[in-house]
């Protein structure tokens, strides 16, 4: 049966079901209980912890000497 342009197409019936197989879930779980597995997220972690702190280094301190210069400064600014 012809279908003419402009007309909709029939809708295809049954429609199957979406969804995962059990096999797929099975598959999951044993590689994530591999030894393998358990290393590169391990690995991985620690990889991403050194880059956290590399991302947030602690601020550096100012010396004791220029921190009085700097509340000097400042106190000479207000006076004028």
Not at 31 to 56: G, Q, T
């Amino acid at each position: 049966m012809p279908v003419k342009i402009g007309e909709p197409l029939p809708p295809e019936y049954p429609r199957p079901k979406k969804f995962e197989s059990p096999k797929a879930e099975e598959k999951m779980k044993a590689l994530k209980d591999s030894s393998e597995f358990k290393e590169m997220d391990k690995e991985l972690k620690e990889y991403l912890k050194k880059k956290e702190d590399l991302f947030n280094p602690e601020a550096p301190t100012p010396s004791l000497k220029d921190a009085t210069e700097s509340i000097s400064i400042k106190d000479k600014g207000t006076e004028r």
